[in-house]
């Protein structure tokens, strides 16, 4: 899947993640991908919720050696 910015918030705990992703967010147009890498076990339910929220749309969920990936499409 092609992204139009990465974010690696790895080591960082709530609410950090999310708040370096409402800026990111805040500076791409409507439409454009956004992957976020996350260590923070709470952020898997913190981006669904998010996601819900804001009307940005979860793409993508994954977990691998205890990182967890994320992708959203701003609305």
Do not use: H, Y
């Not at 974010?7 to 991908?33: F, H, N, Y």
């Not at 996350?38 to 669904?48: C, H, K, L, N, Y």
């Not at 793409?59 to 967890?68: I, V």
């Amino acid at each position: 899947m092609q992204t139009d910015k990465e974010l690696d918030t790895r080591g960082l705990v709530c609410p950090l993640p999310i708040l370096r992703t409402k800026k990111a967010l805040s500076e791409m147009t409507s439409g454009q991908i956004l992957e976020i890498v996350a260590t923070d076990p709470g952020s898997v339910i913190d981006f669904q919720v998010f996601a819900e929220q804001t009307g940005n749309e979860l793409l993508k969920m994954s977990e691998a050696a205890e990182e967890f990936t994320f992708v959203l499409k701003k609305k």
